[in-house]
């Protein structure tokens, strides 16, 4: 599960081939989530309400290079980092 970026203890990482729709995966101490790309919704779990924020301040900001990460890791198993959150 290859990490895409992380910040302020927050960890962001997608799975090779993973089911849709496209989505990553954060950690953040005992907290586990995955958000969805294209809605920034969570799918699954909860987040303190400060971390969502920042996490989804990121992930607006980077949306098609979270787009970009899901294809080529569903493709050809390579993905580029993401700068965090400054």
């Given at each position: 599960m290859p990490e895409i970026c992380r910040?302020?203890?927050i960890i962001i990482t997608m799975y090779?081939?993973?089911h849709d729709p496209p989505h990553s995966h954060m950690?953040?101490?005992e907290h586990r989530a995955s958000v969805?790309?294209?809605?920034l919704e969570l799918?699954?779990?909860?987040?303190p309400p400060r971390v969502l924020g920042l996490l989804t301040e990121w992930a607006e900001l980077h949306r098609p290079?979270?787009?970009?990460?899901?294809?080529?890791l569903a493709t050809g198993g390579k993905f580029k980092r993401i700068a965090p959150l400054v």
């Open positions: 910040f302020l203890g090779f081939k993973d950690r953040y101490g969805a790309i294209a809605s799918r699954t779990r909860k987040l290079k979270l787009m970009e990460n899901w294809t080529t």
